[in-house]
């Protein structure tokens, strides 16, 4: 039996339409490999060969403002795949991901997923979903961006990385991002990003110890993303 095959992550994605023999012929040409937190698994502007399969770990991705600012569209789970609007539109990367953690990536190319697009009509129907629904969920952000305070953005991106990614341990959340990387995901100043932790802390809303943040009160939270 192939690792494909065995792999309980192709079931979160596109690839769970393939059959055993698709998935055999995955397995002889696929490259898996490890990145380390901060690594690129591609940067904006690359011409991708193929498309990644995220099996462990977590990765932003962003694109650089015309001002330099690193703008965080998306964070990536594991089950995810990276890469198949540029595949299929035949285009350059039009964003960079980065891991956030270490990551176990695989890499499948090019020509074998436009053969499995081409010859499989339930797999080249799941792509096309998800597609669309990342251009959804782009709709979505843009509009909160558009309407919602800065304020309410924060709440609402808090509650998504408890919610999404869960907590350690000690009840902070899994995914520590940066004080700059969460303005970015935002879109706002570091500064003001920073003030508004300070705030949310002093209402007892979430708990800050260093760069770790603990969500206290998420129906507070919500109240204040509404």
């Known amino acids: 039996m192939s690792k494909c095959e065995q792999c309980i992550i192709r079931q979160f994605s596109s690839l769970k339409a393939l059959n055993k ?21 591609f ?15 977590v990765c932003k991705l962003s694109k650089l403002s ?25 285009e350059v990367a039009n964003l960079s991901a980065v891991a956030l953690e270490d990551m176990e990536v695989c890499f499948i190319p090019k020509t074998e997923i436009l053969g499995f697009f081409n010859e499989n009509n339930t797999f080249s129907m799941n792509v096309m979903k998800t597609i669309c629904g990342d251009l959804k969920e782009s709709d979505d952000h843009m509009i909160s961006m558009a ?34 990387e969460l303005a970015g995901m935002i879109g706002t100043a570091t500064e003001s990003c920073i003030r508004l932790l300070s705030e949310f802390n002093k209402l007892e809303v979430i708990e800050l110890d260093g760069k770790k943040i603990t969500v206290k009160e998420v129906s507070k939270l919500k109240r204040i993303a509404e």
């Open 21 to 41: 023999e698709d998935l055999l012929k995955m397995a002889e040409c696929k490259t898996s490999y490890t990145i380390k937190k901060g690594e690129p698994i």
């Open 147 to 180: 309407q919602k305070s800065v304020k309410a953005r924060l709440a609402e991106s808090l509650i998504y990385l408890h919610e999404t990614f869960g907590t350690n341990e000690d009840g902070s959340l899994h995914i520590q991002l940066s004080r700059e």
């Open 66 to 90: 015309s001002n330099g600012k690193d703008q965080i569209v998306k964070l990536v789970k594991p089950g995810e795949l990276l890469g198949q609007r540029s595949m299929i539109s035949d």
């Open 43 to 57: 940067e904006e502007g690359d011409s991708l060969k193929g498309v990644f399969c995220i099996k462990d770990g």
